[in-house]
Structure formats: structure tokens, C-alpha cells
């Protein structure tokens, strides 16, 4: 019975990285219709990178879960376990950023900052659980 629980937060916790991945890229399309006009000097705006980094984090972060969940030696674990922890600040940070700019989709950001959050609750029970 406890295998089965597991295996269902799991999936849980799996779930959660996907649907981050698939907001993140939704948002940072929406933004980059804001943030790609060159300014009147004709430099870019920066904040498109971090428009970015938020796509890139969030994909490794779906596969981080699937890659600890598939190993089976507990130090390999705990090693995914900190690339994920690292993942998800970079992610907080991208979005503070994200959250500064001059754009209409600054409001999504604060969307995808509570997922994060609760990503991050799901993490911490997870860890506990390897």
C-alpha cells in the first residue's frame, strides 16, 4: 500500500514540473511580444533573457524528476534531488525579474511564482520520502 502512495505522489510531484514547463512557456511567449521591441537607441530590452531561462529551467526541471525517479541508487537521488532545488531558485529569481518589466505579463509571473511555490512544498515531501 505505501509503494502505491508513493508511486501516486510521484506522479504528483511529476505532474507539477510538466504543467510548470507548460506555463512557463505560455508566459514567456506572451512576454516576448512585450519585451522583443528594440528601445529608440536601439538596444534590447534584457529581461527577454530571463523570458527564456524560465523555458530552460523548467524543461530540466521535469526532467530532473523523471531522471531521479528512475535511479535507484539513493546518492544519485539526493544528487537530483539538489539540481532540483537549485532549478527551482533560479526559476524564483528569473521570475522576480520577470516581475520588474515592462509588460502586460508581468500578472502571469505571480501565477507561475505560486506554482513554483507549491512545486516546492511537493519537493521538500519528496525529499523526506528517499
Known sequence: MHNRTY???????????????YLSKKISDYLNADLSALSDDGTENPNIYFSGDII???????SEVLKAQQT???????????????????????????????S?????????KKEIKKFKKLQKQWILSL
Do not use: P
Open 56 to 62: 530552460q529551467q523548467s524543461v530540466s526541471l521535469s
Open 72 to 102: 535507484t541508487k539513493a546518492s544519485q537521488k539526493y544528487v537530483h534531488a539538489h539540481t532540483l532545488e537549485w532549478l527551482t531558485y533560479r526559476m524564483t529569481q528569473s521570475c522576480k525579474r520577470l516581475s520588474k518589466c515592462n
Open 104 to 112: 502586460d505579463g508581468r500578472d502571469f509571473v505571480l501565477i507561475l
Open 7 to 21: 508511486l501516486n505522489f510521484n506522479s504528483a510531484f511529476y505532474k507539477k514540473a510538466l504543467e510548470i514547463s
